[in-house]
């Protein structure tokens, strides 16, 4: 069996008002490298709609994921996280990964979900700001925020609604999608703008590694 073909899914959480822009770059470039990405949503038979008013239809739903099925949970920001607790059965889901040591990779609103869920009380992480993450009720990890773009601390990663980029890469780190030095550049290119990335990331592409 080839070493894609043994690979477990990655999940891509999807429901209402789920940020479109802040996933993108970490969905494409796994799917660039092999990975194949599936989305669970509240319900597999129940479309939902993004905030920037794309209507996806999930793979499967909440109630059918297993974190022994899946190689990494990525929890999208959305406005339903901060209007009330219809998201909280993915916070609970990701107790469950992290509790099975499958990575979870939450950006935006889906770190205060973590909050309320008492995820964040004793690991490194980092959200919008750290007022946001304080007004969440049961929350107990301010002595853990990291003022940063993105943070992995072993299983959990997380970053603010503004770094999508940094977001990716925490991801493809924790995964080992790039070698390292092809990270750096890909980082460099897509957040940075450095021109002197391209010539590195097309090397390793032509070499198979990018």
Known sequence: MSETAARKP??????????????GHTTAHLTQRGHV??????????SVTTMGGIRIQPDLGLADLRPEDSSLLILTGA????TGDELAPFAA??????AAGVPVAAICGATAGLAR????????????VSFYLAEQPGYGG????????????????????TEPVAFAREVFARLGVYKPDVLDAWYGLFHDSDESAYPVLMAASAAGDA
Do not use: C, N
């Not at 406005?79 to 901060?82: F, P, V």
């Not at 889901?93 to 992290?98: D, G, H, N, T, W």
């Open 10 to 23: 990655v999940h891509l959480a999807v429901y209402d008002t789920y940020a479109d822009w802040e996933t």
């Open 37 to 46: 990405v599936r989305t669970v949503g509240p319900a597999a038979d129940a």
């Open 79 to 82: 406005s339903l996280w901060d």
């Open 93 to 98: 889901k990701a107790r469950e990964f992290l």
């Open 117 to 128: 869920e008492g995820l964040l009380d004793d690991r490194a992480h980092t959200s919008g």
């Open 142 to 161: 301010a002595e853990h925020y990291v003022e940063a773009d993105a943070v992995t601390d072993g299983d959990l990663i997380t970053a603010g609604p």
